[in-house]
């Protein structure tokens, strides 16, 4: 007899469960513990995230009504997810070595180039020489160059175009001049009055009107997220900055659909996958409302096109490491990952070594490989806007557009992103976000890991890093620009700038330098894991305590467990420990700590090692009374406590 098949209904054999009632459920499991405080999580950006979204979470929002590439863009400018992989190359000094490597590339896989140009060698021959075998009408191109050169150089690749692709459609060459005179006022501290920024914006545009795919105003956020900035907050300035472009080109009588035409988006990507994915799908929705109120005196077909946000997305420098370089990969595999699956027009990857090198070859292949990965194997290309519908997703998306829009409104009220600039108040504002970001690391509420979590205990660093380390103006890595990393000065910037400039710091550096001070020592320092008592509790908190002191770069000796405290002081002893850190159970630290400290003081004081105990037990005002001084657990600020150890060790 045949079985009988029953046809499975889920939306009749299953009642639909409520969102009061999944709350409720969620409620008796925390057992008593607040739901707010403990799954709702408050975000740097300002606003709440739930632990759940349901399809009813998606009512009201507005970021579901379009389809890809229909205004106002948020599910992307274009029918398909085609982005530009970019290699930056310098060419400040050598325009036929810069072009072999560029040809090199390009038949590797890259289908975008940057050229960043010395402004002293700039002319016809030299462009000439630096393009050739390149199809530029294939091919984009982007240069960075000083200001003051750029309308020089458009004129020259006009009149390079017309003589080498005679014939040829002038849309069909894209790319980009990076022109930024705001930039320039916050990472160099060079004072210019806002009819001298209009001024370079409408020259550069009026030099490159026959080219209307060249991007030649640029919006340099990426300057931001390198410092610090969270998504929210580097969306808000780099919408104001673009609006304030807007405003000054089309007030110097640029049309408006060209003025949109112009101006491109260099952003960051950071470190908080999901965020930046609604981070650049926000900036999408805003930025076509902001170029839709520039219509006057009609919302033409050429605006609304131009309303679409061009983006060239970089990997964060903030969050990269000496450290552990290697997890460099990581991170800044996530973050392109962030950028493809969000719809941005190009992606460059910062080689994982840029933090104690010039990137090698081998770091070069790597990341031109990793957005490869995405394209080749992992098809990220082929679907345009995955994010679409996600519950969760899509009211990150509007929580990001409404909180960048609050901030965006502050600015403007503020004066606009010029006079907030010019005031110093951008940089003020980025300098504050940063030491709290620091703060946060140095507390490890924000986890680096290498660096103030897990560290590889063995790791040297000192013999790799190069004098001549860091990547000059997210371009290349010559010493003719300002580094957001090594402070290297271009020459355009030798005279000293009455603004105050942005900061310049990775999340990391304060660890690194922490350690590295250590690995310079005389003498690495000894911390013995003095276990006893509670197995749990005395593994647990060796673990901690081990991964806790090698961040400094201490070389830490675990154990087993001993049977009694001299047993343990003993070893210590002989293991030359220079720190004794006892592992225990909160409850038998009242017995165990005053014993240890009692035979400790039996020692000479010169050879003393330092005494720590793991935890913060109730009878730590005891143990305080009696001179035990040093506490480690996860409330401790893990950066200033090592600093304190540090300055006690070395001295030694």
């Known amino acids: 007899m045949a079985e009988e098949k029953?046809?499975?209904?889920?939306?009749?054999?299953?009642?639909?469960?409520?969102?009061?009632?999944?709350?409720?459920?969620?409620?008796?499991?925390?057992?008593?513990?607040?739901?707010?405080?403990?799954?709702?999580?408050?975000?740097?950006?300002?606003?709440?995230?739930?632990?759940?979204?349901?399809?009813?979470?998606?009512?009201g929002l507005k970021t579901t009504d379009s389809a890809p590439g229909q205004f106002p863009y948020v599910r992307?400018?274009?029918?398909?997810?085609?982005?530009?992989?970019?290699?930056?190359?310098?060419?400040?000094?050598?325009?036929?070595?810069?072009?072999?490597?560029?040809?090199?590339?390009?038949?590797?896989?890259?289908?975008?180039?940057?050229?960043?140009?010395?402004?002293?060698?700039?002319n016809y021959h030299f462009i000439k020489v630096l393009l050739q075998d390149i199809r530029i009408d294939i091919i984009p191109v982007n240069f960075t160059i000083c200001a003051c050169k750029a309308p020089e150089l458009a004129n020259i690749l006009v009149r390079y175009i017309g003589r080498e692709y005679k014939g040829v459609d002038a849309r069909n060459f894209r790319g980009s001049i990076n022109v930024d005179p705001i930039k320039a006022m916050l990472i160099k501290g060079k004072p210019l009055s806002r009819e001298q920024v209009s001024a370079k914006i409408a020259a550069v545009?009026?030099?490159?009107?026959?080219?209307?795919?060249?991007?030649?105003?640029?919006?340099?956020?990426?300057?931001?997220?390198?410092?610090?900035?969270?998504?929210?907050?580097?969306?808000?300035?780099?919408?104001?900055?673009?609006?304030?472009?807007?405003?000054m080109l089309t007030e110097?009588?640029?049309?408006?659909?060209?003025?949109?035409?112009?101006?491109?988006?260099?952003?960051?990507?950071?470190?908080?996958?999901?965020?930046?994915?609604?981070?650049?799908?926000?900036?999408?929705?805003?930025?076509a409302k902001i170029i839709e109120a520039y219509k006057a005196p009609i919302f033409t077909a050429a605006l609304k096109n131009a309303a679409k946000m061009n983006v060239s997305a970089e990997t964060s420098k903030f969050n990269m490491t000496i450290f552990d370089a290697y997890v460099n990969l990581l991170r800044s595999q996530t973050e392109?990952?962030?950028?493809?699956?969000?719809?941005?027009?190009?992606?460059?990857?910062?080689p994982f070594d840029v933090t104690y090198e010039r990137p090698t070859d081998f770091a070069e292949r790597i990341a031109r490989n990793q957005q490869l990965l995405l394209k080749e194997?992992?098809?990220?290309?082929?679907?345009?806007?995955?994010?679409?519908?996600?519950?969760?997703?899509?009211?990150?998306?509007a929580s990001i557009a409404a909180e960048a829009w609050k901030q965006f409104?502050?600015?403007?009220?503020?004066?606009?992103?010029?006079?907030?600039?010019?005031?110093?108040?951008?940089?003020?504002?980025?300098?504050?976000?940063?030491?709290?970001?620091?703060?946060?690391?140095?507390?490890?509420?924000?986890?680096?890991?290498?660096?103030?979590?897990?560290?590889?205990?063995?790791?040297?660093?000192?013999?790799k890093i190069k004098a001549d380390a860091g990547a000059c103006s997210s371009i290349c890595n010559c010493k003719n620009q300002k580094s957001q990393i090594s402070n290297v000065k271009c020459d355009c910037s030798k005279a000293e700038g009455a603004l105050p400039t942005l900061p310049v710091a990775r999340a990391a550096e304060e660890f690194e330098t922490l350690r590295l001070e250590t690995e310079g020592a005389k003498r690495q320092p000894i911390a013995f894991m003095l276990t006893i008592g509670n197995l749990v509790m005395r593994i647990a908190r060796a673990q901690f305590s081990c991964n806790f002191l090698a961040c400094a770069g201490y070389k830490v000796i675990d154990n087993n467990g001993f049977k009694?405290?001299?047993?343990?002081?003993?070893?210590?002893?002989?293991?030359?420990?220079?720190?004794?850190?006892?592992?225990?159970?909160?409850?038998?630290?009242?017995?165990?700590?005053?014993?240890?400290?009692?035979?400790?003081?039996?020692?000479?004081e010169a050879k003393r090692p330092m005494f720590i105990v793991a935890g913060a037990p109730a009878c730590m005002p005891d143990l305080q009374a009696i001179g035990i001084e040093n506490f480690i657990h996860v409330r401790v600020n893990v950066l200033e406590t090592l600093k304190q150890f540090n300055q006690k060790l070395l001295k030694k």
């Open 6 to 59: 029953i046809p499975l209904n889920l939306s009749a054999d299953f009642a639909p469960v409520s969102a009061e009632t999944w709350k409720n459920k969620i409620i008796a499991d925390l057992k008593g513990a607040d739901f707010d405080k403990k799954l709702v999580w408050r975000t740097p950006e300002g606003f709440n995230v739930q632990p759940f979204y349901r399809r009813e979470d998606l009512k």
């Open 377 to 397: 194997e992992a098809h990220f290309d082929k679907i345009v806007d995955p994010a679409a519908g996600s519950y969760y997703l899509e009211n990150l998306t």
């Open 205 to 247: 545009v009026n030099a490159a009107k026959s080219l209307p795919n060249y991007r030649v105003v640029n919006v340099n956020s990426v300057v931001l997220n390198n410092s610090g900035a969270y998504a929210a907050q580097e969306l808000a300035y780099a919408l104001a900055w673009g609006a304030e472009y807007m405003t």
């Open 336 to 350: 392109t990952m962030s950028a493809a699956l969000a719809g941005v027009d190009e992606i460059t990857v910062t």
């Open 564 to 604: 009694t405290v001299r047993e343990g002081i003993k070893a210590a002893k002989k293991a030359k420990a220079d720190i004794i850190v006892l592992c225990s159970s909160d409850d038998e630290y009242a017995d165990l700590a005053p014993k240890a400290w009692k035979i400790l003081q039996k020692m000479d």
């Open 252 to 287: 110097a009588g640029v049309p408006n659909y060209k003025a949109a035409n112009a101006i491109r988006f260099n952003m960051g990507i950071g470190g908080n996958y999901f965020m930046e994915i609604a981070k650049f799908r926000a900036g999408r929705l805003l930025w």
């Open 409 to 463: 409104l502050a600015i403007q009220e503020q004066g606009g992103m010029y006079q907030m600039v010019a005031e110093g108040k951008v940089q003020e504002h980025i300098a504050a976000n940063l030491k709290a970001r620091l703060q946060d690391v140095a507390k490890r509420k924000e986890v680096l890991l290498g660096s103030n979590q897990f560290p590889n205990f063995t790791e040297k660093a000192a013999k």
């Open 76 to 122: 992307g400018t274009r029918e398909n997810n085609e982005w530009d992989i970019r290699q930056n190359i310098c060419a400040c000094q050598n325009a036929r070595k810069a072009n072999a490597k560029a040809l090199e590339v390009l038949n590797k896989g890259i289908n975008s180039i940057g050229f960043c140009l010395n402004k002293e060698k700039l």
